[in-house]
């Protein structure tokens, strides 16, 4: 199985930052796409950004500008900086990645979720 840990959630105030981590682990033969998703109270879950093994980035449209996407692929890990946040940012945060396991099949994978809340 495969594991996706999340961190660095919290409660900031409108114009402030936020980093997001996320780790992999478990029967990982290699991941490719990985990224973070959001969902809001009674809204549907949308993109934020994702980023390919080679690095090649995606973004939402809300996000762009201040948010960005990191990875490290030896540590099968992604982050996201957050800038100059605003209350409509406000969601839970979901980690995602497609992941070809051990075994050679893709799956795709989500975290637990982690809450950011902004501030007005």
């Known amino acids: 199985q495969v594991q996706l840990v999340e961190s660095g959630g919290g409660l900031v105030q409108a114009g402030g930052s936020l980093r997001l981590s996320c780790t992999a682990s478990g029967s990982i033969f290699r991941i490719n796409d990985m990224g973070w998703y959001r969902q809001a109270p009674g809204k549907q879950r949308e993109l934020v950004a994702t980023?390919?093994?080679?690095?090649?980035?995606n973004y939402g449209d809300s996000v762009k500008g201040r948010f960005t996407i990191f990875r490290d692929n030896a540590k099968n890990a992604v982050s996201l900086q957050m800038n100059s946040l605003k209350p409509e940012d406000t969601a839970v945060y979901y980690c995602?990645?497609?992941?070809?396991?051990?075994?050679?099949?893709?799956?795709?994978?989500w975290g637990q979720g982690t809450q950011v809340t902004v501030s007005s």
């Open positions: 995602n990645a497609i992941v070809i396991r051990t075994n050679l099949r893709e799956n795709t994978y």
């Open positions: 980023i390919t093994s080679g690095g090649s980035t």
